[in-house]
């Protein structure tokens, strides 16, 4: 079936660097865009960045513009999110999601998310 | 950015009613319009996409409506398995997509 791993969360101070790793197995992985989306603990969902099924195209959301970069490896079924620059705002939950052939914003489905905390 | 508005923020009901959530856009959508079941500790499910399709194998009892800027989503007989917390998201602005708040609904 159909599934998406997260892995790469931790504790990291402001300033800080991390990199998050998504893996997909299920589905021909190199046919979907994907994107990362967030969750600030006991806050609602935050779309932070898509990439094409090629890699050739990505989008971040302003919040995160110049700090993350999403990336993808199609030969290894996996998604990245480096994340540079942590603020304490970025504390959340971060989760990978499948949408389509095309950008569609129809995210299904979605991985069991990694936490990442910053704080000092 | 287009804002999406749910309402209400949360609801407590029984099981069996008929529960009705609706969501607001702050401009014209379309029908670019999904809705999301989110239980504690697990990671968002699409139940309902472009405004009224059902999503693969989610239930029958979950229905979705609207067009423009306003839209519902209701289930129609509430089973135990159905308190979460549902998210509408806009998919229109696909350089910004939003979601709502989110609604919580919670065991009368």
């Known amino acids: 079936q159909v599934q998406l791993l997260e892995s790469g969360g931790g504790l990291v101070k402001p300033g800080g660097s991390l990199r998050l790793s998504c893996a997909a197995s299920g589905f021909t992985f190199s046919d979907f865009y994907m994107s990362w989306i967030r969750q600030a603990p006991g806050r609602g969902l935050e779309w932070i960045s898509y990439i094409s099924s090629s890699g050739s195209t990505i989008y971040q959301a302003d919040s995160v513009k110049g700090r993350f970069t999403i990336s993808r490896d199609n030969a290894k079924n996996s998604l990245y999110l480096q994340m540079n620059s942590l603020r304490v705002e970025d504390t959340a939950v971060y989760y990978c999601?499948?949408?389509?052939?095309?950008?569609?914003?129809?995210?299904?489905?979605w991985g069991q998310g990694t936490l990442v905390t910053v704080s000092s | 950015d287009i804002q999406m508005t749910q309402s209400p923020s949360s609801l407590s009901a029984s099981v069996g009613d008929r529960v009705t959530i609706t969501c607001r856009a702050s401009q014209n959508i379309n029908n670019y319009l999904n809705w999301y079941q989110q239980k504690p500790g697990n990671a968002p499910k699409l139940l309902i996409y472009?405004?009224?399709s059902l999503q693969s194998g989610v239930p029958s009892r979950f229905s979705g409506s609207g067009s423009g800027t306003d839209f519902t989503l209701t289930i129609s007989s509430l089973q135990p398995e159905d308190f979460a917390t549902y998210y509408c998201?806009?998919?229109?602005?696909?350089?910004?997509?939003?979601f709502g708040q989110g609604t919580r609904l919670e065991i009368k």
């Open positions: 472009a405004a009224s």
């Open positions: 999601a499948r949408d389509g052939a095309f950008f569609s914003g129809m995210f299904d489905p």
């Open positions: 998201q806009q998919s229109y602005s696909t350089l910004s997509i939003t």
